[in-house]
């Protein structure tokens, strides 16, 4: 059974998923509250396989919205340069401050993502939330 509003507006939301994917190659999904994720939070990219052949990026952190798209903003620009995030390595310049990011191989949607993971301030992962970032793979 169809229903005229969802319809409509899953309809929209498509025809806006591709139009930003024409023009910025990629775009973000926020979803908070989604308990299959640590930190019950799933913050992801589409597009960057199909743009510029490196797997989408993941967040599980609490972090502002805004914030959130800021560093995965800067985190394309790294990759449209011609630079790739792989796992086991950590970065500087992804995030503001001294402290680097690493990444870890997830899964979401039934895809494979790199999951950005941020340290506390001491650059280490101890504390719930930080710790959290590395629990399961969602799928």
Known sequence: MSIPFFDDAL???????????REYGWYVHFVPNDEMFPNHIN???HGLEESFNHPDL??????D???????????????????S??????????????????FIEAKEGGR?????I???????YEGQIFAAQFE????
């Open 11 to 21: 309809t929209k939301q498509e025809n806006w998923q591709q139009e930003i994917l």
């Open 118 to 124: 941020f340290p506390n301030r001491e650059g280490t």
């Open 43 to 45: 913050f992801h990219t």
């Open 136 to 139: 399961g793979s969602g799928d």
């Open 85 to 102: 995030f792989r796992t086991g390595v950590k970065y500087t310049g992804v995030i503001e401050g001294d402290l680097s990011v690493e």
């Open 65 to 83: 919205t805004k914030i959130a798209h800021g560093i995965f903003s800067d985190a394309v620009t790294f990759i449209r340069e011609g630079k």
């Open 112 to 116: 494979t993502v790199l999951r950005m």
């Open 58 to 63: 993941q967040m599980c952190f609490p972090l």
